[in-house]
């Protein structure tokens, strides 16, 4: 969420950098809501000073010969109707906040000024580009078939009991999928610096709400029928980011660094017709989640360290990819800027998203009142927040497949795998 007193005084700075994202801001109308709260506390100063003068009446009154008890009869009058006022005014001041909660939670935020012009994700920008491509001497096949024929995804049996959009992994291609998120685990935590956590799969509207899920994409997430509001959660930064909420953190804990891997669940509502095939948008999947919570001047830096991270997964798997910094169009709603990595899958002769990794600022912050002491200036500041995708499991699975198959259909396992498959170093049908 955005800094209310920042958007008051560059209200037209706000405006135009935002356009980059493809934003149009009400200016009007938030001109309009902030004048009736301004208009509200006013009338509420002004009404308390009275109320405060009409508490010393009673004296006032005794003076010139009225009776002490009429006199407090009186005054209790005038102070019943400047109260009825106060709290007529009270109400209109919190709608006022209210609304303006509202509209600031639908104001994406500021992009970086790095970030590049463009519309969508056709007009981002590579960064670079590690590995070359492997030349097959054999017609390539895609995950599905390669999976298919080692009996090692099975989709008809998942969408019989959960629909479309699901996978049943079995065999040697489930037991890679597990070795590939403990490799990843491994890798950030005995490596990278980051603590491991178990997180909860299940979250409440509050955590959702602090991290920017909701209320604006809501219809992406899967609520939980019942009176509460319980939510499975879309991606492991909801919990783990709501790590530092409500909290006022010392200098010497910082940064927070935290690596999760959880399932993550999506109703992809906006995303129909789009990768229906296979594994590359399920509405169930897993990913090795990276956070990290640190101070505002660290931030730039934490998210070239974050993404390398993620880059040195693809890079001890030896997984050809790209780098691109996304442009504005293609930011997302509380991101202001972001690494796309995209690994490349040999089936579709291109480079596919398998990581996003992302600077917030104190957007998240705001919401989540994560704050740490400034043991200089002595004051309490927001902190910033990134998370990135350290990698998203099933979709290593699939570069994994694709990249590492023989002309008979089975799978060479990557070096660094071998030790997490027990020594089995080659998956073949069962």
Known sequence: MLDLRYLRTHLDDVASQLLIKGYKLDKERFSTLDAARKSADIESQALQAERKQASKQIGQLVQTGVAIDDAKAQVQQTLEKIDASLNALKARSQAADEQIQAFLYDVPNIPDVSVPAGK???DNVEVMVWGDPRQFDFKVLDHVDLGGGLKGIDFDSASTM???RFAVLKAGVARLHRALAQFMLDQHTECNGYQEINAPLIVNASALTGTTQLPKFADDLFKLEGDADYFLIPTGEVPVTNLARDAIHEEAVLPLKYAAHTACFRS???SHGRDTRGLIRQHQFEKVELVQVVKADESERALEELTGHAESILQKLQLPYRKVILCGGDLSFGSCKTYDLEVWLPAQDTYREISSCSNFGDFQAR??????????SKKIELLHT????GLAVGRTLVAVLENYQNED??????DVLHEYM???????SF
């Open 422 to 428: 027990r020594g089995v170093t080659r998956i073949a």
């Open 268 to 270: 992809e509502a906006g």
């Open 386 to 389: 990134l998370n990135g995708s």
């Open 120 to 122: 969508d994700e056709s």
């Open 162 to 164: 959960s629909g479309a």
């Open 367 to 376: 919401r989540l009142m994560a704050r740490w002491r400034n043991p200089e």
């Open 409 to 414: 259909g089975s799978i060479e396992v990557p």
